[in-house]
C-alpha cells in the first residue's frame, strides 16, 4: 500500500509554496517528491526519504523522533512543524489532499491544535453546566451556545484557557477536545477561509455540535480495529482514545476512556493539569488503576476517586517490576465495543479535521447540511 501523502491537483504555485516551507523548517532535502500526471492535471506524492524514515521512525514508531532529531516541540514553534511535516511524510496510509494549500491549512490546524490544548486547562466533571456567563448560555436543546455578539474563538479562549488564579471551568475530556479542535480550526479559517467562520459563528449562536454529531461533521477517522495504524504512529494534533479496559469502573460516567490529543515529543495532553501532560507509560498506568478506584456515593450511584489513583499510579511507577507488568496489560489494542476481554486501552485509529478551504471544503458542507 502506497503511503505518505498525495496531492491531486499540485500546481506549480502550490509546490513552491511547499517547498517555500520545508527550506524554510531546513527539511526539503529529506522529502521525496514524485510527480504524477493524470489527464488534466498532475499530481504530487510525498514521502520522507528512506533512510530517514527507517532510521528515524522505525516501525512508523513517531514517539522518539523528537528527541532523535533534538526538537524542542514545547517551546519551538518550527520545531513542532518539523515533527508535524515528517510524521505526516511517513504516514503508513495515504493522507490525500485536493491542494497543496489545503495540506498546509492542515499542517496549521494541527499546530493550533498542540498549541491550544496545551494551554487548556479544565475541571474535569461530566455534568456540571459551567461556562463564562458574559459570552455563553446553556439550554437542554441547544447545549451551551454563544450570546450574539460574543466571538466565538475569544469565547473558547475564555472557557478554556484561564489565567493563573481564574476560575477552572467544568469539562469532560470528550466536550474538551471538542472545543479544541473548533477553536483549532476557526483560527485557521479567520484568515484562509472567513465564510467558515461566520458559519461556525453562526452554528454556536444557535445550537452546539457535539458528541458523534461533531465526529461526522469536523473528522476523519485515519484505520480501524481490523486495519490498525501501527501502535506508536502519532502525528502531533492527533486526537487519540484511550479506552478503559475493565468493565465494572468503565461504568462510571466519563471513565469510558479517556479523549486526548498528542502533543508531539511522545507527550499526551492532560487537561487537568495542564504542566504534567502524559507519556505512553504514564497514560497506561493511570487507565489500569481506575479499576482500583471506584466507589459508591451516598446515592449508590458509582463514582471514581481521582486522588486514589494518583496515590497508585505513583506507586506503581516507584515500582520496576510492577510498572513493566501492568505496562504489558494495557499496552494492547483494544478490544471491540462492549467487549472486554483481553484488550489493553491501545486504539488502533487516530482523528483529524476535514478540509477547511475553498472550493474542496467538506467541512463547510457539513455545516451546510445540518
Known amino acids: 500500500m502506497k503511503s505518505g501523502i498525495f496531492i491531486r491537483f499540485a500546481s506549480s ?21 514524485h510527480e504524477q500526471t493524470f489527464p488534466g492535471a498532475a499530481c504530487l ?3 520522507l526519504a528512506e533512510h530517514q524514515a527507517s532510521a528515524w521512525m522505525p516501525g512508523f514508531d513517531t514517539l522518539g523522533l523528537a528527541d ?5 516541540v514545547s517551546h ?3 520545531d513542532l512543524l518539523r515533527e508535524i511535516w515528517l510524521t505526516l511524510m511517513n504516514c503508513p ?23 491550544n490544548a496545551s494551554r487548556t486547562c479544565l475541571n474535569f466533571h461530566t455534568s456540571a453546566i459551567e461556562r463564562p456567563v458574559d459570552c455563553w448560555r446553556h439550554s437542554e436543546e441547544t447545549g451551551f451556545v454563544l450570546i450574539p455578539g460574543s466571538p466565538l474563538i475569544d469565547s473558547l479562549k475564555k472557557a478554556c484557557q484561564p489565567e493563573v488564579g481564574e476560575q477552572v471551568y467544568a469539562f469532560s475530556c470528550n466536550r474538551a477536545t471538542e472545543y479544541v479542535i473548533l477553536l483549532a480550526i476557526a483560527e485557521e479559517a479567520r484568515t484562509s477561509h472567513p465564510e467558515l467562520l461566520s458559519q461556525l459563528q453562526a452554528q454556536w449562536e444557535k445550537k452546539a455540535i457535539s458528541f458523534e454529531q461533531f465526529q461526522d461533521v469536523f473528522l476523519n477517522e485515519l484505520g480501524a480495529l481490523e486495519q490498525p495504524l501501527p501502535m506508536h504512529y502519532y502525528v502531533p494534533g492527533d486526537r487519540v482514545w484511550f479506552r478503559n479496559p475493565d468493565s465494572h469502573s468503565s461504568d462510571v460516567r466519563g471513565f469510558e476512556g479517556s479523549w486526548v490529543f498528542y502533543l508531539g515529543g511522545g507527550m499526551f495532553v492532560n487537561f487537568w493539569k495542564r504542566d504534567q501532560p502524559f507519556n505512553l507509560l504514564s497514560k497506561c498506568i493511570e487507565i489500569h488503576h481506575w479499576s482500583h478506584a471506584t466507589f459508591r456515593d451516598a446515592q449508590g450511584e ?6 486514589k489513583v494518583d496515590q497508585l499510579v505513583a506507586e506503581t511507577l516507584a515500582s520496576p517490576e510492577n510498572t513493566a507488568r501492568i505496562f504489558e496489560r494495557m ?13 489493553g486501552c491501545m486504539d488502533a485509529t487516530r482523528e483529524t479535521p476535514k478540509y477547511v478551504l475553498a472550493p474542496h471544503s467538506d467541512l463547510i458542507r457539513a455545516l451546510q447540511a445540518l
Open 13 to 33: 504555485s502550490g509546490r513552491s509554496l511547499l517547498s517555500a516551507e520545508w527550506s524554510r523548517l531546513g527539511i526539503e532535502s529529506w522529502v521525496v517528491c
Open 45 to 47: 506524492l510525498l514521502q
Open 68 to 72: 532523535t532529531l533534538k526538537l524542542d
Open 76 to 78: 519551538q514553534e518550527d
Open 93 to 115: 496510509v495515504l493522507l490525500e489532499f485536493p491542494s497543496a494549500e489545503e495540506l498546509m491549512a492542515a499542517v496549521r490546524i494541527r499546530r493550533n491544535i498542540v498549541v
Open 302 to 307: 458509582l463514582q471514581l476517586d481521582e486522588n
Open 331 to 343: 499496552h494492547r489494542f483494544r478490544d471491540g465495543r462492549g467487549i472486554y476481554a483481553e484488550g
